[in-house]
C-alpha cells in the first residue's frame, strides 16, 4: 500500500484493523482501480468512504500520468539536443569534444574583413551646419567596406553618392569646401581605416558625415607660394632681379660672408 493512500484512509477515520488487513493482502491504488464496489465492501464497510478512496485512486493516477508525460517529453528534449551536439561535432571534426550547450555564442564581427557604415551630408548654411535631408539629395546612406578603408576614400564615396556627376541639389561641387567628421562632428584623420575607427570607438555602426561648405579652397600658404614661384621664374627669365627681392635676401642671411656676396650680386646687377 502506498504512503499518500494509508494518509488518506487514516484522514477518513477508516478502522486501523482494516488498514491492516488491507496491507496483507496488498490492496494498493492499483488494485483498488480494478475491485468492484462488493469486494471493497470487505476492507471498507462505508459507502462514502468506498466512493472517496476510488476518486482519490484515480486523481493521483492522472498527477502520475501527466509527470510521466513531462518527464518523458524533458527526456526526449534532452537527448534531441545531445543528438544534435555530437552531429555538429561529427561535421566539424571533433567527435570527442563534449557538447556545451550553455556557451555563448562568439562574436564574429572582429573576424570580419568588412564593416558596415552609414554616410550622411552636412551643409554649412545660414544657421550653421545642418542635415541635408532625402528629399534634397542626402538622407543616410548604407554601405559595406573594407576594414582596410580610410576616410579618405569614405570622403569620395560620399562626394559620389551626393554629388553624382560633380552635382547636386546645393550646387555643383567644385563650388564647395569638403571635410568629413564623425558622430560628434569631430574632424577626422583621413589616414585612418574604417577598422581603426571600429577599435578605437567601439560601436556597433560607425556614421560619417560630409560636411560641405560654400567656397573656393582657401590654403592661403600655398596660393602665395605658388605666387612667388611665378614671380621667380619671371625673373629669372627677363635675367635680372628687382632691388627688393635682394634685400629680401640681405635680410634672411645669416653670415656675413653671404651678405658679402649678396652685395656683390647687387653691385653687378646696377652696372
Same mark, same amino acid.
Given at each position: 500500500?502506498?504512503?499518500?493512500?494509508?494518509?488518506?484512509?487514516?484522514?477518513?477515520?477508516?478502522?486501523?484493523?482494516?488498514?491492516i488487513?488491507?496491507?496483507?493482502?496488498?490492496?494498493?491504488?492499483?488494485?483498488?482501480?480494478?475491485?468492484?464496489?462488493? =469486494?471493497?465492501? %470487505?476492507y471498507?464497510? *462505508?459507502? #462514502?468512504?468506498?466512493?472517496?478512496?476510488?476518486?482519490?485512486?484515480?486523481?493521483?493516477?492522472?498527477?502520475?500520468?501527466?509527470?510521466?508525460?513531462?518527464?518523458?517529453?524533458?527526456?526526449?528534449?534532452? #537527448?534531441?539536443?545531445?543528438?544534435?551536439? %555530437?552531429?555538429? #561535432?561529427?561535421? *566539424?571534426g571533433?567527435p570527442?569534444? !563534449?557538447?556545451?550547450?550553455?556557451?555563448?555564442?562568439?562574436?564574429?564581427?572582429?573576424?570580419?574583413?568588412?564593416?558596415?557604415?552609414?554616410?550622411?551630408?552636412?551643409?554649412?548654411?545660414?544657421?550653421?551646419?545642418?542635415?541635408?535631408?532625402?528629399?534634397?539629395?542626402?538622407?543616410?546612406?548604407?554601405?559595406?567596406?573594407?576594414?582596410?578603408?580610410?576616410?579618405? =576614400?569614405?570622403?569620395?564615396?560620399?562626394?559620389?553618392?551626393?554629388?553624382?556627376?560633380?552635382?547636386?541639389t546645393?550646387? !555643383?561641387?567644385?563650388?564647395?569646401?569638403?571635410?568629413?567628421?564623425?558622430?560628434?562632428?569631430?574632424?577626422?584623420?583621413?589616414?585612418?581605416?574604417?577598422? =581603426?575607427?571600429?577599435? =578605437?570607438?567601439?560601436?556597433?555602426?560607425?556614421?560619417?558625415?560630409?560636411?560641405?561648405?560654400? #567656397?573656393?579652397?582657401?590654403?592661403?600658404?600655398?596660393?602665395?607660394?605658388?605666387?612667388?614661384?611665378?614671380?621667380?621664374?619671371?625673373?629669372?627669365?627677363?635675367?635680372s632681379? *628687382?632691388?627688393?627681392?635682394?634685400?629680401?635676401?640681405?635680410?634672411?642671411?645669416?653670415?656675413?660672408?653671404?651678405?658679402?656676396?649678396?652685395?656683390?650680386?647687387?653691385?653687378?646687377?646696377?652696372?
Amino acid at each position: 500500500m502506498e504512503d499518500d493512500l494509508e494518509r488518506f484512509l487514516v484522514s477518513r477515520e477508516v478502522p486501523k484493523e482494516d488498514i491492516i488487513r488491507m496491507k496483507r493482502d496488498k490492496v494498493d491504488k492499483a488494485v483498488l482501480r480494478i475491485m468492484t464496489d462488493e =469486494q471493497i465492501t %470487505k476492507y471498507i464497510a *462505508s459507502y #462514502g468512504d468506498r466512493v472517496a478512496v476510488l476518486s482519490f485512486c484515480e486523481q493521483t493516477q492522472c498527477q502520475s500520468t501527466n509527470k510521466d508525460t513531462l518527464l518523458q517529453r524533458i527526456k526526449g528534449k534532452i #537527448g534531441a539536443r545531445k543528438m544534435k551536439s %555530437k552531429t555538429k #561535432g561529427s561535421l *566539424s571534426g571533433t567527435p570527442d569534444d !563534449p557538447p556545451n550547450t550553455m556557451a555563448r555564442q562568439r562574436n564574429t564581427a572582429g573576424e570580419k574583413t568588412s564593416r558596415k557604415v552609414e554616410i550622411g551630408w552636412l551643409h554649412f548654411g545660414s544657421n550653421g551646419y545642418s542635415q541635408v535631408r532625402t528629399n534634397h539629395g542626402g538622407g543616410t546612406r548604407h554601405a559595406a567596406l573594407a576594414k582596410t578603408t580610410t576616410v579618405a =576614400q569614405i570622403m569620395e564615396l560620399g562626394k559620389d553618392l551626393f554629388f553624382p556627376d560633380g552635382h547636386s541639389t546645393k550646387g !555643383p561641387a567644385k563650388d564647395f569646401m569638403f571635410e568629413i567628421c564623425d558622430f560628434k562632428m569631430n574632424n577626422i584623420l583621413l589616414d585612418n581605416t574604417v577598422g =581603426q575607427m571600429y577599435e =578605437q570607438t567601439k560601436l556597433k555602426l560607425l556614421r560619417f558625415y560630409i560636411c560641405t561648405k560654400e #567656397g573656393a579652397s582657401t590654403d592661403h600658404s600655398s596660393s602665395e607660394e605658388n605666387e612667388l614661384l611665378e614671380d621667380e621664374e619671371n625673373e629669372d627669365g627677363d635675367g635680372s632681379h *628687382s632691388d627688393d627681392s635682394i634685400t629680401d635676401l640681405q635680410d634672411r642671411s645669416h653670415s656675413s660672408d653671404n651678405a658679402t656676396k649678396i652685395k656683390k650680386e647687387k653691385g653687378n646687377i646696377r652696372d
